[in-house]
């Protein structure tokens, strides 16, 4: 017998869309989960983070997600952190939970 997978709220949007992904990263941010806090402790980290993650989910989602965030690629990401506006850390913490979602997943 196959286990039940687990229930993910997706916030009404149907499963494995980009919609139910954003929806699940921001209640993310909201609980204060582990996966939404910035897991890198200096810039170069989060660069090659944010590399790796570009790998697996491929240049047409990367520049999508990127895009919902309002950045173009990781330059602005970096100019984003190093403004150092509030929540800004969060913010690039629930973008990259966004794009490992999609790895892991498979989430378009």
Request: some cysteine; glycine content about 8%.
């Given at each position: 017998?196959?286990?039940?997978?687990?229930?993910?709220?997706?916030?009404?949007?149907?499963?494995?869309?980009?919609?139910?992904?954003?929806?699940?990263?921001?209640?993310?941010?909201?609980?204060?989960?582990?996966?939404?806090?910035?897991?890198?402790?200096?810039?170069?980290?989060?660069?090659?983070?944010?590399?790796?993650?570009?790998?697996?989910?491929?240049?047409?989602?990367w520049r999508g997600v990127l895009?919902?965030?309002?950045?173009?690629?990781?330059?602005?990401?970096?100019?984003?952190?190093?403004?150092?506006?509030?929540?800004?850390?969060?913010?690039?913490?629930?973008?990259?939970?966004?794009?490992?979602?999609?790895?892991?997943?498979?989430?378009?």
């Amino acid at each position: 017998m196959k286990a039940a997978e687990p229930r993910i709220d997706t916030g009404s949007h149907p499963m494995n869309t980009r919609a139910a992904a954003q929806y699940v990263a921001e209640q993310k941010i909201v609980a204060g989960s582990p996966h939404s806090k910035a897991t890198w402790k200096s810039m170069r980290e989060c660069a090659e983070s944010f590399a790796t993650i570009r790998e697996k989910v491929g240049e047409v989602q990367w520049r999508g997600v990127l895009e919902s965030y309002g950045w173009k690629g990781f330059p602005d990401i970096r100019s984003a952190l190093d403004a150092k506006s509030p929540g800004v850390r969060e913010r690039v913490a629930e973008c990259y939970s966004h794009l490992d979602a999609i790895a892991r997943k498979g989430v378009v």
